[in-house]
C-alpha cells in the first residue's frame, strides 16, 4: 500500500513539471541573471546575470511602459536594463550556418526545443501559425532544436509540415549561452539585438492577444 501511495505521489509531480530535459554538458548561469528581469506579476522580480560587460548594459530599457505591459501581458519576463542578446552560429537543416547577428533589423522569436518535449510539441502548431501571419513583416523565428540527432530533428519538422527556419545546436553551444534550463524556452529580441523577454514553458502564440503584441513591437520606432 505505501509502495503504490510513492508511486502515485511521483507521478502527480511529473504531471505538474514542464521538460525538464537538460543537455548532459554542464550549464552555465542565465544570461540574465543580474539583469533585473521581471515577471508579468508585480513584485515577483527575477534575480538573473547578464551576458558581455555589465558596465555596457546599466541604463533604462528602451521599450515604453505601454509595451513592457503588453509584454507582461502575455507571460513574458522583462529585463529592467537594456541587455545585447548572445549571438551565435549554428547550422540548419540543410548544413547551412545561421548566424543569430544576421537577423538584426527584425523582431526575433527565439525558441529551444526539442522533440522529446511533449510541451514543445504542442506549442509547434501555433508557432508555425503565428509564422504564417508575421512572416512578410519585420519577424523572424530562430527554433534551436537541442538534444536531437539532426536526422530525428529535420524528420519532425517535415512530417509536421513546419516550414519556420530551424538550426541544431548539436553542441549545445546556444543552451549553454543562454543558460536554458527547462523545455520550451522563448526568447524575445528586438529590432537592434536587445533582449526584451523571456518565457519558459509553452503556451499559444497564435492568438490574437500575442499577435497584437509582436505587431506593435515590429512597428516600434527607436
Not at 506579476?41 to 530599457?61: F, I, M, Y
Request: aromatic share 10%; with cysteine.
Amino acid at each position: 500500500m505505501k509502495k503504490n501511495i510513492f508511486f502515485v505521489l511521483i507521478i502527480m509531480l511529473i504531471s505538474f513539471a514542464g521538460c525538464g530535459g537538460r543537455p548532459s554538458a554542464a550549464q552555465p548561469a542565465d544570461p540574465e541573471r543580474g539583469s533585473g528581469l521581471q515577471s508579468g506579476t508585480a513584485g515577483q522580480d527575477t534575480e538573473s546575470t547578464e551576458p558581455g560587460n555589465r558596465a555596457d548594459h546599466e541604463k533604462p530599457v528602451g521599450l515604453e511602459t505601454d509595451m513592457e505591459t503588453a509584454l507582461k501581458s502575455i507571460g513574458m519576463l522583462i529585463p529592467t536594463r537594456q541587455v545585447l542578446a548572445p549571438d551565435f552560429t549554428l547550422d540548419d537543416l540543410n548544413g547551412k550556418p545561421v548566424s543569430l547577428s544576421s537577423l538584426q533589423g527584425k523582431v526575433v522569436f527565439l525558441n529551444f526545443w526539442g522533440s522529446w518535449c511533449k510541451y514543445c510539441r504542442d506549442e509547434m502548431p501555433s508557432i508555425q501559425s503565428m509564422y504564417n501571419s508575421l512572416k512578410n513583416l519585420d519577424f523572424e523565428i530562430l527554433a534551436v532544436n537541442v538534444n536531437d540527432s539532426p536526422q530525428a530533428a529535420k524528420k519532425y519538422i517535415i512530417q509536421n509540415n513546419y516550414s519556420f527556419p530551424v538550426v541544431l545546436d548539436t553542441e549545445y553551444r546556444a543552451t549553454q549561452i543562454y543558460g536554458v534550463r527547462g523545455f520550451p524556452t522563448t526568447y524575445i529580441i528586438d529590432q537592434k539585438g536587445y533582449l526584451i523577454g523571456k518565457l519558459v514553458g509553452s503556451r499559444s502564440w497564435d492568438t490574437q492577444e500575442v499577435l497584437t503584441v509582436f505587431k506593435k513591437l515590429i512597428a516600434y520606432e527607436y
